[in-house]
Nanobody
Framework: QLVESGGGLVQPGGSLTLSCAVS????????MAWFRQAPGKEREAVSC????????YYADSVKGRFTISRDNTKNIVYLQMNNLKPEDTAVYSC?????????????????????WGQGTQVTVSS
């Protein structure tokens, strides 16, 4: 089970940190990712951390603003979001893949992931 938290309403330029708590399995050997979906738009891959924690991927739209991290001791994955923009408004979901390593051509495909959370709403508005 994956449970996201930390969403909310924030002004443009503000920051939020999302958390995804994993239960039922040890995420040490899983690739973990964040996706988002805005109303009327397709789901978009945001960021990914492979099991080795050395391979990090980001969508171009969030590079330099978002940071993904994982704490395998707590079974939690985080998404630190800075300098938020109105276009970041979406439901953010975390996902887990049984593949320990996904390449830069694989990580952004939803079909690579086996488990999904319900999502947390992030709204960026003044």
């Amino acid at each position: 089970q994956l449970v996201e938290s930390g969403g909310g309403l924030v002004q443009p330029g503000g920051s939020l940190t999302l958390s995804c708590a994993v239960s039922g399995f040890t995420m040490t050997f899983y690739t973990m990712a964040w996706f988002r979906q805005a109303p009327g738009k397709e789901r978009e891959a945001v960021s990914c951390t492979n099991a080795d924690d050395d391979s990090l991927y980001y969508a171009d739209s969030v590079k330099g603003r978002f940071t993904i991290s994982r704490d395998n001791t707590k079974n939690i994955v985080y998404l630190q979001m800075n300098n938020l923009k109105p276009e970041d408004t979406a439901v953010y979901s975390c996902a887990a893949s049984g593949e320990e390593i996904l390449s830069d051509k694989e990580w952004n495909h939803a079909y690579e992931y086996d488990f999904w959370g319900q999502g947390t709403q992030v709204t960026v508005s003044s």
